[in-house]
């Protein structure tokens, strides 16, 4: 079931196209990555999915509605400029959210200390904001977004400014949202949170989607590449874009550097060479990143550019 | 929406009452009233002056010196015995007395019949006899100067040394050190020279006194030596015009009414000045806090910013209303405890402002002012990154607020009619401050009804003007606000 469907979604500041024509829906229980360098548009998308800006054209269905902050009760954000109110203390902060998003106090006190505990910060419950370190304040933060059990968790750059142990309480607590059923999207520039994190991937370069699919879709998306030790010579193998000798050659054996060509599966060349005679010693399939996809799809794009 | 917007006053109101200014605040106008006439009396002089006398004349002089300012101390007792007898309705305690007679300005003859019948204190025994409950008793002042006797050694002292004297007694540190000495040279009046010590400048109402005193003693010397006897010289020199008096009575002439009408009225249009202020600026620092802490984004995903914008002004309003409620009560326990003077007083004063219909346009232009001026304090906040910024919009604003605020009072409590009281009725930014300061003066009903009329629709089109550009603000940071800015934000529609 789609929590969120996004159709033709088109957002203009004056002269400046932040999205272009964006499509994309997520379900139930899904983790969804929404990459993209500086100005890409995630942050503007996710504004309006919330409600805080309102799209040129286009059309978002949010958990079977138009933006409203009558959703608010069902969506978490954790937005990327973080901050709280600094006289006020962390469970009050947390009410407050909790009760800012239809919840009675009661029930808001009750899941902010479940969450506090949680996140080993039960003994600073009643602590200002203003006398803990930016970790613990960025924990606050993350526990005003899940204090309502969103159906549909927004997070903006979550990992940004968390330390290795906090990214790992991250992650758990994504795993978790999700494992309960429901929809996370998060936008990040730390490839390796996607790459263990997503079911599927969306990546956006100047608001226009350039890709959606999983990972090993975007995978296909790159050639692949291949370490490999035959007597023959492989460059000749139909489907092999080139084939370079890696130093020389020892005992008739060569080792050869094998770029695929576009669509060209490793496993298919294999089978060939197996079915041909072609003797092999050596097989290496090199994996396409996402790191690697990220850089081919998005490029060098304007990195410094607002959203 | 309701619900957040109380959430969020809630939160506004929890936040201003944590600050330690808040509570200093609150506390200072109560604390500053009463230490007021506690400094007040302090620092008022009402110690006599201390004179010496040296009269090498034979000491006739000085005596007449003296007597002249004891009968004027008894004249200025004897004319506020009279306005207290007078403000009290105490004239059967003796119909007959001279201080039951307000119709006058007091001679010598009144004077000395005051005197003879015991003067103050035998007046006293009188009024206590006929005072009801809860009149105050009278206070008299101190006389304005004492008379004390030349020491031995000044006596004897001559020229310069006389004055070296004189001013080494000044300086002395002594309690009872003299102010002024006055000598009388043993050839008065062939020579009537006079010398005046004095430690500093001379009070002029001394040196009038001592010269009518002297001038008349002169005179009747000068009419005697013509031949005129001493009492025909006496008689010339104290012929003195009978000066019929017509006064109000204590509190009931037209400027005394007027002022005592618009204390209460005036008091409130320049207590929403200062809690509107107070609140102002707090409210200011809440909304730069949540813009510097970027905490906005979080905000807005919950709540509308019209709901964030109607909560602020609302929780803004709670805390005046708090404000005047804790003030207001201070002025009452006041006003309870010391009865008397302060009730006599708050009577005729409240008479204006007590009637239903009064008090319901008190709280409504006093609500609509709060709103009117608060919305504009939060869209300063919406619009700027720090405090620092936001005081250089700031002084504009309350600068142009304030000066007209403070022309209107003046032209009140001058109690004529103005134009500019007029103008600032009908222009809505002033008019819950020109409506309550006017309720003393008196104000037509329709002038109020149609004046609130106009504000209301001010407030209406202020709060789309101004929840524009509040919402147009909020997710702008570093945008310097310039009036073109501004202008385009009023006009933004929800993007």
Same mark, same amino acid.
């Given at each position: 079931?789609?929590?969120?469907?996004?159709?033709?979604?088109?957002?203009?500041?004056?002269?400046?196209?932040?999205?272009?024509?964006? $499509?994309?829906?997520?379900?139930?229980?899904?983790?969804?990555?929404?990459?993209?360098?500086?100005?890409?548009?995630?942050?503007?998308?996710?504004?309006?999915?919330?409600?805080? =800006?309102?799209?040129?054209?286009?059309? =978002?269905?949010?958990?079977?509605?138009?933006?409203?902050?009558?959703?608010?009760?069902?969506?978490?954000?954790?937005?990327?400029? +973080?901050?709280?109110?600094?006289?006020?203390?962390?469970?009050?902060?947390?009410?407050?959210?909790?009760?800012?998003?239809?919840?009675?106090?009661?029930?808001?006190?009750?899941?902010?200390?479940?969450?506090?505990?949680?996140?080993?910060?039960?003994?600073?419950?009643?602590?200002? =904001?203003?006398?803990?370190?930016?970790?613990?304040?960025?924990?606050?933060?993350?526990?005003?977004?899940?204090?309502?059990?969103?159906?549909?968790?927004?997070?903006?750059?979550?990992?940004?400014?968390?330390?290795?142990?906090?990214?790992?309480?991250?992650?758990?607590?994504?795993?978790?949202? $999700?494992?309960?059923?429901?929809?996370?999207?998060?936008?990040?520039?730390?490839?390796?949170?996607?790459?263990?994190?997503?079911?599927?991937?969306?990546?956006? +370069?100047?608001?226009?989607?350039?890709?959606?699919?999983?990972l090993e879709e975007a995978r296909g998306q790159l050639p692949a590449s291949l370490v490999a030790v035959s007597s023959s010579d492989l460059s000749d193998i139909a489907g092999v874009h080139s084939a370079s000798a890696i130093g020389e050659a020892s005992d008739g054996w060569q080792e050869?550097?094998?770029?695929?060509?576009?669509?060209?599966?490793?496993?298919?060349?294999?089978?060939?060479?197996?079915?041909?005679? =072609?003797?092999?010693?050596?097989?290496?399939?090199?994996?396409? $990143?996402?790191?690697?996809?990220?850089?081919?799809?998005?490029?060098?794009?304007? $990195?410094?550019?607002?959203? | 929406?309701?619900?957040?917007?109380?959430?969020?006053?809630?939160?506004?109101?929890?936040?201003?009452?944590?600050?330690?200014?808040?509570?200093?605040?609150?506390?200072?106008?109560?604390?500053?009233?009463?230490?007021?006439?506690? %400094?007040?009396?302090?620092?008022?002089?009402?110690?006599?002056?201390?004179?010496?006398?040296?009269? *090498?004349?034979?000491?006739?002089?000085?005596?007449?010196?003296?007597?002249?300012?004891?009968?004027?101390?008894?004249?200025?007792?004897?004319? *506020?015995?009279?306005?207290?007898?007078?403000?009290?309705?105490?004239?059967?305690?003796?119909?007959?007395?001279?201080?039951?007679?307000?119709?006058?300005?007091?001679?010598?003859?009144?004077?000395?019949?005051?005197?003879?019948?015991?003067?103050?204190?035998?007046?006293? /025994?009188?009024?206590?006899?006929?005072?009801?409950?809860?009149?105050? !008793?009278? !206070?008299?002042?101190?006389?304005?100067?004492? %008379?004390?006797?030349?020491?031995?050694?000044?006596?004897?002292?001559?020229?310069?040394?006389?004055?070296?004297?004189?001013?080494?007694? %000044?300086?002395?540190?002594?309690?009872?050190?003299?102010?002024?000495?006055?000598?009388?040279?043993?050839?008065?009046?062939?020579?009537?020279?006079?010398?005046?010590?004095?430690?500093?400048?001379?009070?002029?109402?001394?040196?009038?006194?001592?010269?009518?005193?002297?001038?008349?003693?002169?005179?009747?010397?000068?009419?005697?030596?013509?031949?005129?006897?001493?009492?025909?010289?006496?008689?010339?020199?104290?012929?003195?015009?009978?000066?019929?008096?017509?006064?109000?009575?204590?509190?009931?002439?037209?400027? /005394?009414?007027?002022?005592?009408?618009?204390?209460?009225?005036?008091?409130?249009?320049?207590?929403?000045?200062?809690?509107?202020?107070?609140?102002?600026?707090?409210?200011?620092?809440?909304?730069? /806090? !949540?813009?510097?802490?970027?905490?906005?984004?979080?905000?807005?995903?919950?709540?509308?910013?019209?709901?964030?914008?109607?909560?602020?002004?609302?929780?803004?309003?709670?805390?005046?209303?708090?404000?005047?409620?804790?003030?207001?009560?201070?002025?009452?326990?006041?006003?309870?405890?010391?009865?008397?003077?302060?009730?006599?007083?708050? *009577?005729?004063?409240?008479?204006?402002?007590?009637?239903?219909?009064?008090?319901?346009?008190?709280?409504?232009?006093?609500?609509?002012?709060?709103?009117?001026?608060?919305?504009?304090?939060?869209?300063?906040?919406?619009?700027?990154?720090?405090?620092?910024?936001?005081?250089?919009?700031?002084?504009?604003?309350?600068?142009?607020?304030?000066?007209?605020?403070?022309?209107?009072?003046?032209?009140?409590?001058?109690?004529?009619?103005?134009?500019?009281?007029?103008?600032?009725?009908?222009?809505?930014?002033?008019?819950?401050?020109?409506?309550?300061?006017?309720?003393?003066?008196?104000?037509?009903?329709?002038?109020?009804?149609?004046?609130?009329?106009?504000?209301?629709?001010?407030?209406?089109?202020?709060?789309?003007?101004?929840?524009?550009?509040?919402?147009?603000?909020?997710?702008?940071?570093?945008?310097?606000?310039?009036?073109?800015?501004?202008?385009? *934000?009023?006009?933004?529609?929800?993007?």
């Open positions: 079931m789609s929590v969120l469907q996004v159709s033709n979604l088109v957002k203009r500041f004056d002269n400046v196209l932040a999205v272009d024509d964006l $499509s994309f829906s997520v379900s139930q229980g899904e983790i969804f990555g929404f990459l993209g360098g500086n100005g890409a548009g995630k942050t503007t998308t996710l504004r309006m999915v919330l409600d805080i =800006i309102r799209p040129t054209s286009g059309s =978002i269905t949010v958990l079977g509605g138009a933006p409203d902050r009558r959703q608010a009760n069902a969506i978490g954000f954790l937005p990327e400029e +973080r901050g709280l109110y600094s006289g006020m203390s962390a469970i009050d902060t947390i009410i407050y959210f909790g009760r800012l998003k239809g919840m009675s106090p009661g029930d808001a006190r009750r899941r902010g200390m479940a969450l506090l505990e949680r996140f080993d910060l039960a003994g600073r419950a009643k602590s200002d =904001i203003g006398d803990m370190s930016k970790g613990m304040a960025q924990k606050v933060q993350l526990a005003t977004a899940l204090v309502n059990d969103p159906q549909l968790l927004m997070l903006d750059e979550p990992f940004s400014g968390l330390d290795p142990v906090n990214q790992g309480l991250l992650e758990a607590e994504i795993l978790s949202a $999700s494992q309960r059923g429901a929809a996370v999207i998060f936008s990040t520039h730390v490839m390796q949170h996607a790459e263990r994190l997503c079911d599927r991937l969306l990546l956006l +370069r100047k608001g226009r989607k350039r890709f959606e699919g999983t050869y550097r094998v770029q695929l060509a576009p669509g060209i599966a490793p496993e298919s060349i294999l089978e060939h060479c197996s079915t041909s005679g =072609i003797a092999l010693r050596r097989w290496d399939e090199r994996r396409a $990143s996402l790191h690697d996809i990220f850089v081919h799809m998005v490029g060098e794009e304007g $990195s410094n550019n607002d959203e | 929406m309701m619900n957040n917007v109380l959430l969020v006053a809630k939160r506004e109101i929890r936040q201003i009452l944590a600050m330690k200014s808040f509570w200093l605040t609150l506390l200072i106008l109560p604390v500053a009233l009463a230490l007021g006439p506690i %400094f007040t009396s302090t620092l008022d002089d009402d110690e006599p002056s201390r004179v010496v006398m040296v009269d *090498r004349s034979g000491g006739d002089v000085a005596a007449a010196i003296k007597a002249r300012f004891m009968a004027d101390d008894d004249r200025a007792t004897l004319r *506020r015995l009279s306005r207290y007898v007078q403000r009290y309705d105490l004239e059967e305690a003796d119909p007959q007395a001279v201080w039951t007679q307000h119709d006058r300005w007091y001679t010598d003859a009144d004077i000395a019949t005051f005197r003879a019948s015991g003067g103050v204190d035998s007046a006293l /025994e009188k009024i206590a006899a006929v005072k009801p409950d809860g009149v105050p !008793e009278f !206070e008299d002042d101190n006389p304005r100067y004492t %008379f004390m006797p030349a020491t031995s050694q000044l006596q004897g002292l001559q020229g310069e040394e006389f004055g070296q004297a004189a001013q080494a007694l %000044f300086d002395s540190d002594a309690d009872d050190a003299p102010e002024m000495v006055v000598l009388i040279g043993e050839n008065y009046p062939e020579n009537p020279e006079i010398g005046l010590f004095s430690a500093n400048q001379p009070n002029p109402v001394f040196v009038s006194g001592l010269q009518e005193t002297l001038t008349g003693d002169l005179r009747t010397r000068l009419l005697a030596s013509r031949g005129i006897t001493g009492a025909e010289a006496a008689a010339i020199q104290s012929a003195v015009p009978a000066i019929a008096v017509s006064t109000p009575p204590p509190g009931g002439g037209a400027r /005394e009414a007027l002022l005592v009408r618009s204390i209460v009225p005036l008091a409130l249009a320049y207590i929403l000045m200062m809690s509107l202020m107070l609140t102002g600026s707090w409210m200011l620092q809440g909304s730069v /806090e !949540e813009r510097s802490n970027k905490l906005l984004e979080s905000l807005l995903a919950c709540i509308r910013p019209e709901e964030l914008m109607y909560g602020k002004l609302l929780g803004g309003l709670a805390v005046g209303l708090l404000m005047i409620l804790v003030w207001g009560g201070c002025a009452g326990i006041a006003a309870y405890a010391t009865q008397g003077v302060i009730s006599d007083l708050i *009577r005729p004063a409240l008479e204006p402002v007590s009637s239903p219909g009064i008090i319901l346009a008190i709280l409504y232009f006093f609500i609509a002012g709060y709103i009117l001026i608060s919305a504009m304090f939060v869209a300063i906040g919406a619009m700027v990154d720090s405090m620092s910024e936001a005081q250089g919009y700031l002084m504009p604003v309350i600068l142009g607020l304030l000066l007209p605020i403070t022309f209107l009072i003046q032209a009140i409590l001058a109690g004529k009619d103005s134009m500019l009281i007029d103008l600032l009725t009908w222009i809505p930014l002033w008019t819950p401050f020109a409506v309550l300061a006017r309720l003393g003066l008196g104000i037509e009903t329709w002038v109020m009804i149609a004046a609130g009329a106009l504000l209301a629709v001010a407030i209406l089109v202020e709060m789309i003007f101004i929840g524009r550009l509040f919402r147009a603000s909020l997710l702008t940071t570093g945008q310097k606000p310039t009036l073109k800015r501004v202008l385009e *934000r009023f006009r933004a529609q929800p993007q």
